[in-house]
Structure formats: structure tokens, C-alpha cells
């Protein structure tokens, strides 16, 4: 293996990882937080240097409430609140048209 087919599939796998990260936050987003949680309780072990323990508490990430996509807590900054009313839209009947051939 050349060093160009080398780079060229270390760049791949590091896209191909990146795109499963960011697919699992956005679709499993307590997983990943309980995830994130665990590893940064295992960065900030007491053995561990004291940069790396500093790194490790801001990558703790931040409590929830615990309410779902559904209620309108707007606890992650992803849902609109609840106090959100929805504009009014006027319905249109859809017509349907016939080709002339």
C-alpha cells in the first residue's frame, strides 16, 4: 500500500467516524449524553494529570431536566417552547389537472 492509498483511506474512516458521531447525537441524543457523562467521569479520575481532569469537567455535559422531544421544554434549545402558538394557514384544496396529449 502506497502512502497516497493510505491517506486517502485514513481521511475516509476519519469522515465515515465523524458522520456516525454526529448521526448518533442527532439520533440518539441521551445515549450520547450518557455516553460523553461516562467519559468524562473516566477522564477525571483522580490519577489522572490536572489538565486532563479540567478538560474532563467541561466536557461534562450539562443536566437536563429530563423532558422529551414532545413536551416543549425547550431544555435542549432543539424544540420550540410550549408557549409557541402556530400561525394560522389557510388550507387549499389541491386540484388536479388532466395532460392534453
Known sequence: MNKAAFVQAFVLAAIVAWSTFVVARKLMP?????????????????HAPAWLRTRAMRWQPKSTTGGSCGDGCSACGGCASASAETPDVETLPLTFRSRKS
Open 30 to 46: 441521551m445515549t450520547m449524553r450518557r455516553a460523553q457523562a461516562r467519559l468524562a467521569d473516566a477522564l477525571a479520575q483522580s
